[in-house]
């Protein structure tokens, strides 16, 4: 099935450090969404972007939606060890509504 | 305010077997997506209903159907099981129409063996 390319697949970081991830596609999006999920859990969405050069924060988290409408990415400043988890990127396609993700970005933490 | 609750939340089933999934959407949703995520990827789009009706469907093989009920409560179903089907199944909701918005379940961990 259609995914979005999303990278890096994994990083482990020392508390305190920033974290950015990145997603691309080959198609444009309206609509730009990351996710968080935890084990046992479904995704829990961070940050909606709806416009092509937004740049929007939630807290530690900041996004930006390229202008190009193709790619998008994540920051998160000064991690901690409960922002353990995968990270999902996903593009929403707007005839639809339906949601492609990225394979995901699994974040580790040390404290 | 209770969000999307899926059940049950694991299964083994035989290859062969048919299976059942039903989910509960957020309250005050109407649309019900089912989306299946296979190990260390992300979620797929299997299919989305509103008004009891299936809207859109992603790239999957008739053995997968469901059905949405009057109170918008939904069934995935999926009959002759392959080893390939097994997955972490997730139910999302939301309002058809919203900008965003949907609220994901924690999903059934289906096992076929």
């Known amino acids: 099935g259609q995914q979005l390319n999303q990278s890096p697949q994994s990083m482990f970081i020392q508390e305190g450090e920033d974290v950015s991830m990145n997603c691309t596609s080959s198609?444009?999006?309206?609509?730009w969404l990351w996710y968080k999920q935890e084990p046992g859990e479904g995704p829990v969405l961070l940050i909606a972007?709806?416009?092509?050069?937004e740049l929007t924060s939630n807290g530690r988290l900041t996004a930006q939606f390229g202008i190009t409408r193709k790619d998008s990415f994540l920051n998160i400043s000064a991690s901690i060890p409960s922002d353990v988890g995968i990270y999902f990127c996903?593009?929403?396609?707007?005839?639809?509504?339906?949601?492609?993700f990225g394979q995901g970005t699994t974040l580790q933490v040390k404290p | 305010d209770a969000g999307v609750t899926q059940s049950p939340t694991h299964l083994i089933k035989t290859r062969g077997q048919q299976v059942t999934l039903r989910c509960s959407p957020k309250?005050?949703?109407?649309?019900v997506s089912w989306y299946q995520q296979a190990l260390g990827q992300g979620p797929q789009f299997i299919f989305q209903?509103?008004?009891?009706?299936?809207?859109q469907r992603g790239n999957f093989p008739d053995r997968f159907s469901g059905h949405q009920f009057p109170n918008y409560s939904s069934e995935l179903n999926v009959n002759a099981l392959l080893l390939g089907d097994s997955a972490l199944y997730l139910c999302?909701?939301?309002?058809?129409?919203?900008?965003?918005?949907?609220?994901f379940g924690s999903g059934t961990r289906l096992t076929v063996v």
């Open positions: 999302a909701s939301s309002s058809l129409g919203a900008d965003y918005g949907y609220t």
């Open positions: 198609s444009i999006f309206n609509t």
């Open positions: 972007l709806y416009k092509a050069g």
């Open positions: 996903a593009g929403q396609e707007s005839n639809t509504g339906k949601l492609i």
């Open positions: 309250s005050g949703h109407d649309t």
């Open positions: 209903y509103y008004e009891e009706e299936e809207r």
